[in-house]
Structures are given as structure tokens and as C-alpha cells.
């Protein structure tokens, strides 16, 4: 059973980058069927999609934070990582990595946010 | 982006109830719902996708219906680890939305 586990900073400055790592275990991230992303949650509210990427390079992100994401793959590690530039204290929130499958649904690829890590809370203050 | 809304927001119930959440998606996306259940201090567990596909794992209990606009997730039978916070998700497009959420306590 894959596992996952994010690990980084918990507190970064305002306009500086927040960097998380997700290192997965029980599973390769060089794998065609799934995505590896992720979600967050700001402190007691609603869940957010960040963004997710395949082995191949490929990523995808939310069109609402595309500007300040990067999401990358480290294979040699079976780790990836998250890189949001400019902070503010609006990003403050938990953070969650998933696996995503990619389910063959009448024609189409649908994602399925079906493992997720415990979620590593990040916030941003001077 | 979809949005999305669910109701109620929360509902007070006994074991043994049957307990019926609604959510609505602002335009059709088809069956690409899903549903997950969090617990405080945890992550989101995965309970249902594709509208109507139990994740594997998932007790019997829940079940999940509707496309295009209007879903739900129905627990048959609510039992004393089922009280906990309910999230859809839209997986039609990009920014696959959450649901607000819909709370399940104790009456």
C-alpha cells in the first residue's frame, strides 16, 4: 500500500517561496497510471486543488494559482516536491500530497484523488 | 471554474439513521463526482468517484448517486466512526472544486 509524507518548513516569510517534499513509499512515482499532487486546506475551511504532474514531465495546475506553482518529480529520491513563490498569509494552510489515479471512465481519463499523506501544516508570517 | 454547493451543511443524527447529503454542481459534469470523508486531524479519505464507484476498502454502507447537476451521498445505516465531515468534488475540470462541506454529528 503506497504511503506518503510531506516534509518541509512550517513557517516561511511573507514573498518568499514555500518548498515541500513528498516522499512516497510502496509505490513508484515513474508509473503511467497515476498523477502525484497537491491539495491544501486553509485552517477550517474547504479544500483547494494545487496541482498534479505525471512521471513523463507533464503538469497540471490550478489556473487560479498557475502563476506562483511548481511541481516537480525527483525519481532517483520517489519524492516530489511543491514550490509556491510570492506568499502571503493567504497561503497559509495545510498541505496535503495525493496519488491520483487516472480511471478510464466511457471515453474519458477522470482523476481520482485516492491516497493522500497526513498534511504538513505551513504558515506564513514575519 | 464549477462550483459547487452542499446541503445541509450539517445534520444532527443517531445510529442506526439513514442520512442523505446533497451536492450540486453550477453546470453538468456528467458523473465525474467525488466523495470523501475527514475526520479532525486527519486527511480526506476517499469514500466514492465516478458518482456511483465505492473506493475499495469503503464499507457498504455508503453510496453515491446522481449525474450532470445533482448528487448525493447516502449512509444507510450510520454507525459511531461515520461521524465526521463530508466533501464532494467536481473532477470535470480544471480546478476540480470541493463541496464547502456537510457536517455529520451526534443528535
Known amino acids: 500500500q503506497v504511503q506518503l509524507q510531506e516534509s518541509g518548513p512550517g513557517l516561511v516569510k511573507p514573498s518568499e517561496t514555500l518548498s515541500l517534499t513528498c516522499s512516497v513509499s510502496?509505490?513508484?512515482?515513474?508509473?503511467?497510471?497515476?498523477?502525484w499532487g497537491w491539495i491544501r486546506q486553509h485552517p477550517g475551511k474547504g479544500l483547494e486543488w494545487i496541482g498534479y504532474f505525471l512521471y513523463s514531465g507533464r503538469t497540471y495546475y490550478n489556473p487560479n494559482l498557475e502563476s506562483r506553482i511548481t511541481i516537480s518529480g525527483d525519481t532517483s529520491k520517489n519524492q516530489f516536491s511543491l514550490k509556491l513563490s510570492s506568499v502571503t498569509a493567504a497561503d497559509t494552510a495545510i498541505y496535503y500530497c495525493t496519488r491520483v489515479a487516472r480511471m478510464f471512465v466511457a471515453g474519458a481519463v477522470i482523476p481520482v484523488f485516492e491516497s493522500w499523506g497526513q498534511g504538513a501544516l505551513v504558515s506564513v508570517s514575519s | 471554474d464549477v462550483q459547487m454547493t452542499q446541503s445541509p451543511s450539517s445534520v444532527s443524527a443517531s445510529i442506526g439513521d439513514r442520512v442523505t447529503i446533497n451536492c450540486r454542481a453550477s453546470q453538468d459534469i456528467s458523473t465525474y463526482l467525488a466523495w470523501y470523508q475527514q475526520k479532525p486531524g486527519n486527511a480526506p479519505k476517499l469514500l466514492i468517484y465516478?458518482?456511483?464507484r465505492v473506493q475499495s476498502g469503503v464499507a457498504s454502507r455508503f453510496a453515491g448517486n446522481g449525474s450532470g447537476t445533482d448528487f448525493t451521498l447516502t449512509i444507510s445505516s450510520l454507525q459511531p466512526e461515520d461521524f465526521a465531515m463530508y466533501y464532494c468534488?467536481?473532477?470535470?475540470?480544471?480546478?476540480?472544486?470541493f463541496g464547502p462541506g456537510s457536517k455529520v454529528d451526534v443528535k
Open positions: 510502496g509505490g513508484s512515482i515513474r508509473v503511467r497510471n497515476f498523477y
Open positions: 465516478d458518482a456511483t
Open positions: 468534488q467536481e473532477a470535470n475540470s480544471f480546478p476540480f472544486t
